[in-house]
Every structure is written in C-alpha cells, then in structure tokens.
C-alpha cells in the first residue's frame, strides 16, 4: 500500500445510485470520495455510471432520434408534404454519444464543484470499513472511511444459448452501437429493453422479431394496458413471438442462425444480427474482500434492510446491486436517502410510488399495483378509465393511441395504482406519484382542475370515472 487517505464517506460506483449519494452526502459537509471504474469509448474514465453510458441515456438518444424519423415519414396527415427522407446512421449515433458525453462531463464538473474526490479505477471493501482502490494502471492504495456505500450496479445476464461474442450476437451496449441498421434483427426477451431497442431499430428499418420465453406479454403491467402494448406494438411491426424459449444460436459469416422452442417445436430464424436481453444481476465481482462482513442473498444481491444498511454497521449498498426494481430513480432515492442518513436526518424511500416507464411508443407507465395482483389478493377494488381517443389534444396531435387506468380502495377510494399507455405516459405518471405520496383518494384527483386541451386531462377524467362521473367518455352503469 503506498498512501493511507480517510474520509467520512467513501462510495464505490459512481452511477445514479453511487454518483447522487456522493454529491448528496457532500453537500452536507462530509469528506467523500467515489471511486468508479467505468472508461468511455474515448478510454477516459466516464461518471455515471450504465445509466449514462450505456443505458438510460444513450438509449433514449436512440429512442427520440428514431420517433423523430419514423414521424417524419407520416407528416402528410398534417398536411405537411416531405421530399425523400434519408438517414444518417453514424450522425445519429455521433449525437447519441455528444449526449452521453455531455452528461457525464457534467457529473464530473458537479463532484469539482460539491467536493467530491473521485478515484477512477476499482474499489475493494476489506473489513473494518477499509477499501482498497486499484487504479487503472494497476496501483493500489488503502483508504479508510467512517461509511461506506457499495453502489456497483448490475450487469447483463448471459446464456449458454446465445454467447454474446459483440459480432452477430450482442447485449444492449452492442445494441447501441450498429454501424449499419440490420436488415433482420432479433431479440431474446420481451422485457423493457427488448421493446425499446425492437422499437429503435424497427424505426430505422430493421424487420424486428422479438422472441419472448413466457406465455404472457409483460406480465408485471396491467393486463389491459399490457393487452393494448402488445396489440399496438404488433401494428408497428414487431413480430413479437411469445412462448419462445431461445435454446440455440449461432454465427455464420454474415447472419446468426436462431433456435427456438415454442409449442409447435423447435424453430429456426435466421438474422443479421442478435440482441440478448434477458435481464440484468447484480455486479460484485472482486467487490467484498472475504472478511467484509457483507453478505449477498440468495439471487446474488447484496443483502439490505429498508434502510439500505448491510450487516455491518457504517457499510450500506444502494442501487441495482440491492433487492427491488432496477432503476436509475430508485437507486438515485436511496444513495440519497443513504447521504442524509450518515449526516444524521432521517429520510425514507417510499417504495410503493416508483414509477415505471417503458419508453416505446406510445408510452407505457405505472405506479403503485395493479387490478390482477389486488383482485387475486381478494382487494375491494373501484377502477376508472379513459381512452387518449377522446382527448382532444391527443388527437390534435394525431397520437391518440392508449389509455389512463386508476386503481383505487373500493371503501376508502385511496388510488391504489394509475396505469397509463399513450403519448407521454413518462411525463403524466408524475401526477399519480404526487398524488399516491401524498395518499390521495380518486375524488381529490377528480376535484383538481386540469387545463384543457391537455393530455393530463385523460388522468383527470379516469379519477372521475372511478365514481362513474367522467364527462367525455360514456360512464360504466354502476351496479
Ligand atoms: P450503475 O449505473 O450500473 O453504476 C455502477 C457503477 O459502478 C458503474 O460505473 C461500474 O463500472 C462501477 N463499478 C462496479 N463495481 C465497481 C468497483 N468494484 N469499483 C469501482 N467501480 C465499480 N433505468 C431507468 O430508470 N430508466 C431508463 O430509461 C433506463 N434505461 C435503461 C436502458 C438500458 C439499455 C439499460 C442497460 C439500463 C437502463 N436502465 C434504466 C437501468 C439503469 O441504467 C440502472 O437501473 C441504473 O444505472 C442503476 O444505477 P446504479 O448506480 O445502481 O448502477
Ligand atoms: P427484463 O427482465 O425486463 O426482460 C427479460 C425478458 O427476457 C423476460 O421477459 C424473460 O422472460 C425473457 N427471457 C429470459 N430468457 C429467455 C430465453 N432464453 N428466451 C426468450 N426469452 C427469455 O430484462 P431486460 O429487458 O434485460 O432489462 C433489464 C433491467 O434493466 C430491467 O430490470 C429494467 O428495470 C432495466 N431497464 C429499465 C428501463 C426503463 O426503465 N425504461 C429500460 C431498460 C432497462
């Protein structure tokens, strides 16, 4: 060991979960360094983490720039004639990475400017709360901390069946990254990255099939928006096969040769190119000394209570690393949660108002539960809902696809859940976090005043017809 550095705060992984809890815990006064790993695609260390790099960031680059083209190709229903629409693939992909880029630097400039001291290479918890970092030329140097946060992210999960080999076969990173849009593209996994890389690339003018293992099509949304993804998302093109279980897939010269095993029996496709995106696990590889004391459960996770404490005092994880969903915002949550609580205040993370947003188009977003979990735990339930085919700005925007459900108490009439899919479905279920963090009933939402014409009106009017009262749509008769 060459230097001994101490600080009140030591976090390891700099992505949403890791970067906001070191700004976080700065902020209130505390000596805090973040060590981080991650180098961009110029070999420079890169802050943020998959988020920025390589996930929610660059992905929604993708997604917009992919809507703005395949919307340019409709313009005459507004009237609006277009000469020949022509892609620039590399152009698209330089400004999903000026993006990133962008972004990154950014969380750099805010550790200068909060104080954060930040360590570019690999950290270690050994016990009593020392971490080893390891630059990225292979030195290493002991650091000693009162707290420590472990903020190391999660990873794609691999499968025998289709070894991602970065050629033909590829995980989301490669996804973001084709040089040239493939003819034929395939996908292992029906789940959120499946549906928003299918959508990117179908938009560019790749002949997408989705292969899905399950019988059901997004089981974890409501089965009535879940119903109404699948059928839209089918219109745009997506041959989305369910029941598909990928059992076999290999490289030839330019395409890759797909087995699947569905009800018929085994199958065969062969495409250009071959998305896995069968989920992500939690990364803690080289992490935990032995004698660390922390401890993983059983799918691999490290083990936390609400708090996001570990079994060792002084050392918390936060993130995907931990149990819940694996998302920038909840990690975000509790890497400040985590902060305030080293600085002596006592916040909580509301786990039941995270909302959830698939980004395809339209929009699909949640919060809170759904009518088949409550039903199926004999919950007294009132739902109301509202088509985007009766709101006026929807329509005046020809994107009048989908619906806004609400999932309310029978007794109480507490919104239980707000489902949503349509046209800024990410934006809207803003307005039922609000509304469940503060315990709201479907009638308040019902007595707020929304402005006209806007898309939020359709969350207003599922709150009314909760109560059958909804104005621009026939009312379900009451029994
Ligand atoms: P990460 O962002 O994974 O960051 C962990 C960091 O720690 C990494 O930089 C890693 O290199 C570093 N690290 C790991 N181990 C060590 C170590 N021992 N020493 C030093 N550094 C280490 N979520 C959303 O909410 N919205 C979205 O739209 C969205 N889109 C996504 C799209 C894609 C394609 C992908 C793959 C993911 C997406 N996600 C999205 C998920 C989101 O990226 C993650 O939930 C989020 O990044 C998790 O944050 P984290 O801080 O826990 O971990
Ligand atoms: P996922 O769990 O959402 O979906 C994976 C799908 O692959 C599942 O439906 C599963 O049944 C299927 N599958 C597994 N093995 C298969 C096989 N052999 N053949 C066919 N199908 C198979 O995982 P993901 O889409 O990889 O996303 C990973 C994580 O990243 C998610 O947990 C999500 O929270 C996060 N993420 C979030 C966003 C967002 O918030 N918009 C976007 C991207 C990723």
Redesign the pocket.
């Known amino acids: 060991m060459s230097d001994q550095l101490n600080y009140e705060v030591i976090v390891i992984g700099a992505g949403p979960a890791g970067y906001a809890g070191a700004i976080r815990a700065a902020q209130l006064g505390l000596k805090t360094a973040c060590i981080d790993r991650s180098v961009g695609k110029d070999g420079q260390p890169s802050l943020g983490g998959t988020c920025l790099n390589w996930?929610?960031i660059p992905?929604k680059a993708l997604l917009d720039a992919s809507q703005k083209y395949a919307e340019l190709q409709g313009l005459d229903t507004f009237g609006i004639e277009t000469k020949e629409v022509r892609l620039d693939l590399p152009k698209m992909i330089a400004r999903k990475d000026a993006v990133v880029a962008r972004l990154t630097g950014g969380i750099s400039s805010l550790f200068q400017a909060n104080g954060v001291d930040f360590f570019p290479g690999t950290g270690r918890l050994l016990s009593g709360r020392r971490v080893v970092w390891t630059d990225h030329e292979g030195s290493t140097t002991e650091l000693t901390a009162e707290h420590v946060v472990l903020a190391p992210g999660s990873v794609?999960i691999d499968?025998d069946?289709a070894p991602v080999s970065n050629e033909g076969i590829v995980d989301?990173t490669g996804a973001l990254e084709f040089d040239v849009v493939p003819r034929q593209l395939g996908i292992?996994?029906?789940?959120?990255?499946?549906l928003?890389l299918g959508s990117v690339w179908a938009r560019l003018g790749s002949k997408v099939i989705v292969?899905?293992?399950?019988d059901s099509f997004l089981p974890m949304v409501d089965t009535r928006i879940a119903h109404e993804a699948l059928r839209t998302l089918r219109k745009q093109g997506l041959d989305i096969r369910l029941g598909?279980?990928?059992v076999a897939a290999t490289e030839a010269n330019d395409s890759v040769e797909v087995v699947?095993r569905d009800e018929d029996g085994d199958q065969n496709i062969s495409v250009e190119k071959l998305i896995v995106?069968?989920?992500?696990r939690p990364y803690t590889e080289n992490l935990l000394a032995q004698d660390s004391g922390v401890s993983l459960d059983e799918r691999g996770f490290l083990y936390v209570n609400d708090l996001c404490e570990t079994g060792v005092p002084g050392v918390f994880a936060v993130g995907d690393v931990v149990r819940g969903?694996?998302?920038a915002h909840k990690g975000a949550e509790e890497g400040v949660m985590v902060a305030e609580r080293i600085a002596g205040f006592k916040p909580l993370v509301n786990y039941t108002t995270v909302p959830?947003?698939?980004?395809t188009h339209p929009e699909i977003a949640w919060v809170g539960r759904n009518e088949q979990e409550l039903t199926s735990e004999g919950e007294a339930i009132a739902t109301g809902s509202f088509s985007f085919g009766a709101s006026g700005r929807a329509l005046a925007a020809n994107d009048a696809e989908g619906m806004v459900k609400i999932v309310a108490d029978a007794d109480s009439d507490q919104i239980l859940g707000v489902h949503v899919i349509g046209p800024h479905a990410s934006e809207l279920i803003a307005q039922a976090v609000i509304a469940m963090e503060f315990s709201a009933s479907a009638e308040d939402l019902g007595l707020t005043m929304f402005a006209h014409p806007t898309l939020s009106e359709a969350v207003h009017e599922a709150a009314l017809a909760v109560d059958g009262r909804a104005i621009h749509t026939v009312n379900r008769k009451k029994k």
């Open positions: 996930g929610c992905s794609p499968i069946a989301s292992i996994g029906a789940g959120v990255i499946g928003e292969l899905e293992a399950l598909a279980r990928v699947y995106a069968v989920g992500r969903p694996m998302l959830n947003v698939i980004y």
